[in-house]
């Protein structure tokens, strides 16, 4: 049962989520993928043409998952009903998701925070969600072309991209400018940012597909153009300001971005600089000798965010592989390190009825699957399967689709 929940645990967690730096981030911008591994995508491209039998449930599984995503409709940030403030439909556009009317108030103006309770409202406005679903069909679309090199996955992932970024009548604007806001108290601000953090997963795909004919020949120039243009509002605009200032989860997400459009882009100086900064700016401020996540214990939803933000904390490690900073070892002054939160957090994944701090919302062990197959490679192989083991029993549960969309 051990190799057969490693095997598990490989499959999904090489192809979706690698930590094998086997293939190292070009300074030039040579565009590879930043959490991809090629070599390891090839196995299965030859597994899945000659039906291995050790694979082929799994890879057959993911493979019928995906043909669902052939008739997806297109998304755009066209498709919401609201015009932000701008008066252009093409800015993306969010409500803050814990922010209520206030009820003592005729027009419950200015809106009130309650932190970890979303407001329904949050799920009118279409964008983030739109967003969220473009990213996870493309991801998965991509990877199913790689894999079996049908060209109906490659088709549908670039028309996928092209109406929300490319396309002029139907592309998003390469700004966050009312991401987030405040009904009463402002139009957008700076936290909105995290809700494109998981744009890596497009970058990747984009290196999938450039080898098909379905990604036209303009739409690569295309496609960089609004990618710079994204990383220059983000770095230069006041809310991007504020948001790398943010000590919790959102500096350390808004560095994950950062980061992985600067080595896309080919800038290898500047992804150095901002992941040498987290050492100090994010490690040493976020993490406790212990373990403890302060900042992030301190929510409503202390399980859900303290583990949120170990993920960013993982991402950053690999994209440090990538350009040369080893973040996996890095210890604070303290002796607070990456590992140590994982460490830390693991004992409760085993028995959640331990933790001791406010979760308002269901915890989910699960969130540490894709965290325990880094820590293997990265920390201690023996030791973090032993924690495989203690966490997921049953192997039979870790199909490849619930590995896609764990990140």
Same mark, same amino acid.
Not at 30 to 57: G, M, W
Not at 81 to 108: A, L, N, R, V
């Given at each position: ?174 700004? #966050? !400018?009312?991401?987030? $806001? ?5 139009? /957008?601000?700076?936290? *909105?940012?995290?809700?494109?953090? +998981? ?108 583990? #949120? !933000?170990?993920?960013? $904390? ?5 994209? /440090?592989?990538?350009? *040369?900073?080893?973040?996996?070892? +890095? ?77």
């Amino acid at each position: 049962m051990v190799n057969t929940i490693r095997s598990v645990f490989f499959i999904g967690g090489m192809i979706i989520l690698s930590f094998n730096p086997s293939h190292l981030y070009s300074q030039s911008g040579s565009h590879k993928p930043i959490f991809l591994d090629l070599v390891q995508i090839e196995k299965y491209q030859t597994a899945f043409t000659k039906q291995s039998p050790d694979t082929k449930a799994l890879l057959d599984e993911f493979i019928r998952n995906t043909d669902s995503l052939l008739t997806m409709k297109p998304l755009s940030v066209m498709d919401k009903e609201q015009t932000p403030p701008s008066g252009d439909k093409h800015d993306f556009m969010s409500m803050g998701p814990y922010w209520w009317p206030d009820s003592t108030k005729s027009d419950g103006l200015p809106y009130i925070r309650k932190d970890g309770q979303r407001n329904p409202e949050y799920y009118t406005i279409s964008d983030q969600l739109f967003f969220g679903n473009i990213v996870q069909a493309v991801e998965k679309l991509s990877i199913a072309y790689a894999i079996s090199k049908d060209t109906r996955y490659s088709a549908k992932a670039s028309e996928l991209i092209r109406v929300w970024f490319v396309d002029e009548k139907t592309r998003m604007n390469p700004n #966050m !400018n009312h991401a987030q $806001f405040i009904p009463g108290i402002n139009t /957008g601000r700076g936290i *909105g940012i995290i809700e494109t953090r +998981y744009i890596f997963k497009i970058l990747d795909a984009l290196c999938l597909l450039k080898s098909s004919r379905e990604w036209k020949k303009s739409d690569p120039e295309k496609m960089t153009n609004w990618i710079t243009a994204y990383f220059q509002w983000l770095t230069t605009h006041p809310y991007g300001i504020d948001e790398s200032n943010e000590k919790n989860n959102h500096g350390t997400w808004y560095d994950v971005q950062t980061v992985s459009l600067a080595l896309y882009l080919g800038k290898k100086d500047y992804a150095i600089r901002i992941l040498e900064d987290a050492k100090t700016k994010r490690i040493a401020v976020q993490i406790e000798a212990d373990g403890k996540q302060p900042l992030e214990l301190a929510r409503t939803r202390s399980w859900s965010y303290s583990t #949120m !933000n170990l993920t960013a $904390f993982f991402h950053l490690a690999t994209l /440090g592989e990538r350009a *040369g900073v080893d973040l996996w070892g +890095y210890k604070n002054p303290d002796g607070g390190s990456i590992r140590k939160a994982l460490d830390y957090l693991l004992p409760f994944a085993v028995n959640m009825s331990e933790w001791k701090f406010q979760q308002i919302s269901k915890i989910e062990g699960d969130a540490m699957v894709k965290l325990l197959i880094a820590a293997q490679k990265n920390f201690d192989q023996k030791e973090y399967s032993n924690w495989i083991k203690k966490i997921y029993p049953d192997p039979f549960k870790l199909t490849i689709e619930k590995m896609v969309s764990i990140y």
